[in-house]
């Protein structure tokens, strides 16, 4: 029984190493989790523990792209693509070796890893010149989470509606970091517009029984705004402001909650939209335009309501043609630390004040815009 021992302690180190690691990445104090992460790979190293060697090097990567977003330091290429390198050949041979009742779970982690180091490769390639980082090897990366995505989605075929669940994540997560992607210029390999389409397909799919697993532990409304988001960076990114906003308009004035991230990434497009209103291009669109496009939004609110042209009668427009409704109020939203709740506010009304809102807060549109775009392993 000796040997159960240090197999035990082993198993026991990697849970506490990934669940204070990911306090920490999470938490923002991305030192703290790389040290944590480095002292756990030398012992799992020194035990031959190949599987956590895996884990600890993935994380390890992903604390190193993390870095890179933060200081730009072209130095941890080299080290953070180790740790990929590493992770990635664990992980395939795992999944060699797996019995086939595990097969799902080794493919979705070596998946997860493919994409991991393919964006980490992408994105570092943006910035440094040199020959070591090639582009065409973070896009093949890529390639191949998307080709075991696919073999993936066969072995579930629907058949556990909590693995199903956890295709809807790994969805966002691939949506995340596609887009993140095309705001640097990168070719859209993958198709993000097929991603969105998975997901809005399975959200309507299962929007009548809310007691699917889907629902649990984030709502139908939440799931909603999870794509929605993803359309406003995506519509964003596309240089669609106007589209992006009515994503953003909808999402402010439907929903009693909104996810944190999701909201500073409306109030964001809301924000561009506004400055580009005010730009020498849209200018030419005139007042006219701008009055008839937010009529015409007022209008299909109205009418999806049941409201009458005399419900509506306290609709004005004020003098930069913004159309607003007396006696509506936004309060929604996390402004310096401060929450307030979201009440039934008509979508111009809210497009005015967030005007108002973003002229007072001019620091707020300079909000840091980061979405968790890669996987850490938690197994």
Known sequence: MSHIYPITASFTKLYTVVRFSCAAFFAGDLEKARVILIEA????????????????????????????????????????????????????????????????????????????????????????????VRLDSGLQDILAAKNLDDELDLLVNGSDLLLEVA????????????ISLASKCIEDVWGIAGLLDQLESMLFRNWEHEEHPLFEEINRVGRQQQ????????????????????????????????????YVNA??????????????EQQKIGKRKKKQILRERLKQ???????????????????????????????????????????HANELCVLKELKVLLKDNKNFTSVSNKNIIFCLDYR
């Not at 109030?267 to 020498?280: P, R």
């Not at 306290?314 to 009440?343: F, Q, Y």
Request: negative net charge.
């Open 167 to 178: 295709r809807f994540e790994r969805i966002v997560g691939r949506a995340h970091g596609m």
């Open 301 to 343: 609110r109205r009418e999806s309501q049941g409201m009458t042209e005399e419900d509506g009668a306290d609709v004005t427009a004020d003098a930069n043609g913004v159309i607003s409704k007396e006696h509506s109020s936004i309060v929604g939203a996390t402004m310096g630390g401060k929450r307030k709740e979201l009440k």
């Open 41 to 132: 790979l030398h012992l799992f190293q020194s035990i031959g523990n190949n599987k956590a060697q895996g884990i600890a090097n993935n994380n390890l990567g992903n604390t190193y792209l993390a870095l890179y977003e933060e200081t730009e330091d072209c130095d941890l290429y080299r080290t953070g693509k180790e740790h990929f390198d590493d992770a990635v050949v664990i992980a395939t041979h795992e999944r060699a070796l797996c019995r086939a009742d595990d097969k799902v779970d080794y493919t979705r982690q070596l998946s997860n890893r493919h994409f991991n180091r393919g964006i980490f490769v992408c994105t570092m390639c943006k910035k440094m010149t040199s020959g070591e």
């Open 227 to 262: 794509i929605y988001d993803l359309h406003i960076r995506h519509e964003t990114t596309k240089g669609k402001t106007l589209a992006a906003a009515e994503f953003a308009v909808k999402m402010l004035t439907d929903d009693e909650y909104i996810i944190a991230s999701a």
């Open 267 to 280: 109030v964001i497009a809301l924000a561009k939209f506004f400055q580009d209103l005010n730009s020498e």
